[in-house]
Protein backbone atom coordinates (compact mmCIF):
# COMPACT_ATOMS: atom_id res chain seq x y z
CA UNK A 1 0.00 0.00 0.00
CA UNK A 2 1.58 3.49 -0.79
CA UNK A 3 -1.65 5.60 -0.03
CA UNK A 4 -0.60 7.92 2.88
CA UNK A 5 -2.70 7.73 5.81
CA UNK A 6 -2.68 10.71 8.31
CA UNK A 7 -3.91 10.70 11.49
CA UNK A 8 -3.53 12.15 15.19
CA UNK A 9 -5.53 15.50 14.54
CA UNK A 10 -8.21 16.84 17.62
CA UNK A 11 -8.47 20.23 19.91
CA UNK A 12 -6.16 21.57 20.93
CA UNK A 13 -5.69 25.10 23.10
CA UNK A 14 -3.20 27.62 22.02
CA UNK A 15 -0.12 27.39 23.43
CA UNK A 16 -0.12 23.63 23.16
CA UNK A 17 1.28 20.93 21.36
CA UNK A 18 0.23 17.61 18.99
CA UNK A 19 1.87 14.90 17.18
CA UNK A 20 0.52 14.15 13.69
CA UNK A 21 1.38 10.84 11.94
CA UNK A 22 1.91 9.77 8.63
CA UNK A 23 1.30 5.90 8.10
CA UNK A 24 3.43 5.75 4.68
CA UNK A 25 4.77 1.84 4.33
CA UNK A 26 6.76 2.07 1.35
CA UNK A 27 9.01 5.18 2.27
CA UNK A 28 12.09 3.72 1.41
CA UNK A 29 11.12 1.89 -1.77
CA UNK A 30 8.40 4.31 -3.43
CA UNK A 31 9.00 7.37 -2.04
CA UNK A 32 11.59 10.09 -2.28
CA UNK A 33 10.22 12.95 -0.13
CA UNK A 34 7.15 13.37 2.24
CA UNK A 35 5.77 16.34 3.15
CA UNK A 36 3.52 17.88 5.34
CA UNK A 37 0.73 20.15 3.50
CA UNK A 38 -2.09 22.51 5.85
CA UNK A 39 -5.26 23.97 4.55
CA UNK A 40 -6.35 26.83 6.40
CA UNK A 41 -10.54 27.20 6.26
CA UNK A 42 -10.34 29.23 2.41
CA UNK A 43 -7.33 29.53 2.03
CA UNK A 44 -5.02 27.27 -0.25
CA UNK A 45 -3.00 23.95 0.81
CA UNK A 46 0.73 25.39 1.88
CA UNK A 47 3.79 22.87 1.78
CA UNK A 48 5.20 23.45 6.13
CA UNK A 49 7.31 20.68 6.33
CA UNK A 50 9.10 17.76 4.12
CA UNK A 51 11.88 15.40 4.62
CA UNK A 52 13.46 13.54 2.05
CA UNK A 53 14.95 9.68 2.29
CA UNK A 54 18.45 10.71 2.91
CA UNK A 55 16.38 12.39 6.13
CA UNK A 56 17.00 15.75 4.82
CA UNK A 57 14.56 18.29 6.26
CA UNK A 58 12.78 21.62 5.23
CA UNK A 59 10.10 24.42 6.60
CA UNK A 60 8.43 26.79 6.10
CA UNK A 61 9.47 29.98 7.90
CA UNK A 62 6.11 30.23 9.72
CA UNK A 63 6.71 26.95 11.84
CA UNK A 64 10.59 27.04 12.01
CA UNK A 65 11.54 26.30 16.08
CA UNK A 66 7.63 25.21 16.50
CA UNK A 67 7.27 22.18 13.68
CA UNK A 68 9.57 19.04 13.77
CA UNK A 69 9.32 16.41 11.00
CA UNK A 70 10.38 13.24 11.63
CA UNK A 71 10.91 9.32 10.90
CA UNK A 72 10.63 6.55 12.80
CA UNK A 73 13.75 3.94 11.81
CA UNK A 74 11.66 1.24 9.88
CA UNK A 75 10.88 4.79 7.55
CA UNK A 76 7.08 3.67 7.63
CA UNK A 77 5.62 6.47 9.92
CA UNK A 78 6.38 10.31 9.22
CA UNK A 79 5.56 12.48 12.50
CA UNK A 80 4.80 16.30 12.80
CA UNK A 81 5.70 17.48 15.97
CA UNK A 82 3.36 20.71 16.62
CA UNK A 83 4.39 22.76 19.59
CA UNK A 84 3.27 26.58 20.50
CA UNK A 85 0.52 26.13 18.87
CA UNK A 86 -1.04 29.58 16.83
CA UNK A 87 -4.98 29.95 16.18
CA UNK A 88 -3.64 30.35 12.90
CA UNK A 89 -1.98 26.69 12.65
CA UNK A 90 -5.87 25.51 12.82
CA UNK A 91 -6.94 23.57 9.58
CA UNK A 92 -6.64 20.36 7.41
CA UNK A 93 -3.13 18.61 7.42
CA UNK A 94 -2.44 16.25 4.75
CA UNK A 95 0.22 14.29 4.23
CA UNK A 96 1.76 13.73 0.48
CA UNK A 97 4.71 11.47 -1.00
CA UNK A 98 6.36 12.00 -3.75
CA UNK A 99 8.78 10.00 -5.94
CA UNK A 100 11.18 12.83 -6.37
CA UNK A 101 14.34 12.58 -4.15
CA UNK A 102 15.55 15.97 -4.99
CA UNK A 103 12.60 18.34 -3.91
CA UNK A 104 14.16 19.67 -0.99
CA UNK A 105 17.78 20.14 -2.58
CA UNK A 106 16.24 21.72 -5.55
CA UNK A 107 13.62 23.86 -3.56
CA UNK A 108 10.40 22.51 -5.45
CA UNK A 109 9.22 20.55 -1.96
CA UNK A 110 6.49 23.00 -1.31
CA UNK A 111 4.78 22.20 -4.96
CA UNK A 112 1.66 20.55 -4.76
CA UNK A 113 1.84 18.80 -8.32
CA UNK A 114 5.15 17.26 -7.26
CA UNK A 115 3.59 15.22 -5.29
CA UNK A 116 1.40 11.52 -6.35
CA UNK A 117 0.19 10.75 -3.43
CA UNK A 118 -2.05 12.01 -1.20
CA UNK A 119 -4.02 11.33 2.32
CA UNK A 120 -7.40 11.99 3.62
CA UNK A 121 -5.93 14.76 5.66
CA UNK A 122 -6.10 15.22 9.63
CA UNK A 123 -8.04 18.10 11.09
CA UNK A 124 -6.73 20.22 13.95
CA UNK A 125 -8.34 23.14 15.91
CA UNK A 126 -7.44 25.52 18.18
CA UNK A 127 -9.60 26.46 20.82
CA UNK A 128 -9.21 27.82 24.43
Known amino acids: QVQPVESGGGVVQPGGSLRLSCAAS????????IAWFHQAPGKEREGVSAIGNDGSTYYTDSVKGRFTISTDNAKTTVYLQITSLKPEDAGVYYC??????????????????????WGQGTRVTVSS
Open 96 to 117: AASRYRDLIRTRRAFLVYEYDY
Open 26 to 33: GFTAHFGT
